[in-house]
């Protein structure tokens, strides 16, 4: 009997040391590799949306000079879906996780999106949002813009926006603006780590602005366990460069990173999460 219990201990001794040796492994894998490899992909989206954005101007600057205003809304939205089509359109929106695309009026009015129905058609983005006042006066520019819903209790949705001015002559007639919604970003990233994962649970990852988390088709329960806001301020305050921490879901270990993006903005970052092997 006694030296059952001498065989379960250490046991149970072995099982702690390896779970704490996996919890390691994956706070450095999350530090070392994830972290940087989001950084990597972000990098590379906005890249490709800053270019794909110009080309998008310029093949859409004739559309602005379309005289009769419900022809050129007609066929502005037309170019616009085509300009996101794999054989017809421009290769740096082809599988993006770009929701809008839009053209914009010397006065910054909206002429047309992409899609009907059209909520965007007639307001003024010029005076809400700084990229598209950028390009109206002849810069392209990236930034971020808060979009509400029509249902005044649902949450509003912060996207990355890309904006750039449209040029006939050498003058600006217009500008073109495309956005990817910060949850759609943070659906791309978790897809590409699972098409690069070879085995092992699922990695998930988040996009955060201020105390807002940004996901889609994540697990309720792993959004529950990274979710908490006011816990996250502390951590970034006492590790400003990003934190890992340690935690159990359904009663297996799991741990999770938060890190600052400082190429989306000051108050942004990414939570990415893991199950230790």
Same mark, same amino acid.
Request: charged share 25%; with cysteine.
């Given at each position: 009997?006694?030296? %059952? ?10 099982? +702690? ?29 906005? +890249? ?5 954005? #110009? ?7 004739? &559309? ?15 170019? @616009? ?17 770009? *929701? ?21 058609? &007639?307001?003024?983005?010029? %005076? ?10 002849? %810069? ?16 509003? *949705? ?15 007639? &217009?500008?073109?603006?495309? +956005? ?9 990233? %978790? ?8 085995? +092992? ?24 366990? #990274? ?14 460069? &990003? ?5 159990? @879901? ?28």
């Amino acid at each position: 009997m006694k030296r %059952s219990r001498i065989l379960l201990l250490g046991f149970l001794v072995l099982a +702690g040391c390896e779970d704490r040796a996996a919890v390691e492994r994956t706070r450095a894998q999350l530090r070392d590799v994830d972290f940087p490899r989001v950084q990597a992909l972000v990098e590379q989206d906005l +890249g490709n949306h800053q270019a794909g954005v #110009v080309k998008a101007a310029d093949k859409l600057a004739p &559309g602005f000079l379309v005289g009769d205003p419900e022809k050129r809304e007609t066929q502005i939205r037309a170019a @616009l879906r085509i300009l996101q089509e794999p054989k017809r359109g421009i290769d740096q929106f082809v599988a993006s996780p770009m *929701s809008f695309l839009a053209a914009v009026d010397l006065d910054g009015i909206v002429i047309a999106r992409d899609r009907d129905p059209d909520r965007m058609k &007639g307001q003024d983005f010029r %005076s809400r949002f700084e990229p598209v006042a950028k390009a109206l006066d002849g %810069s392209a520019s990236t930034g971020l813009g808060e979009f509400y819903a029509a249902d005044p209790d649902a949450p509003s *949705s912060w996207s990355i926006l890309f904006a750039a001015p449209s040029l006939r002559d050498g003058k600006i007639v &217009g500008a073109v603006l495309a +956005g990817i919604p910060l949850s759609r970003l943070a659906q791309r990233l %978790s897809r590409q780590f699972r098409v690069e994962q070879k085995a +092992g649970a699922p990695v998930w990852v988040y996009l955060y602005k201020g105390e807002r988390l940004f996901h889609w088709d994540t697990p309720p329960e792993v959004d529950a366990l #990274v979710r908490d806001p006011a816990a996250r301020a502390t951590a970034l305050t006492a590790s400003p460069a &990003g934190y890992t921490h340690k935690a159990r @879901l359904q009663g297996e270990l799991q741990v999770y990173g938060a890190f600052p993006l400082a190429l989306l903005g000051p108050d942004l970052g990414t939570i990415i999460f893991r199950t230790p092997e």
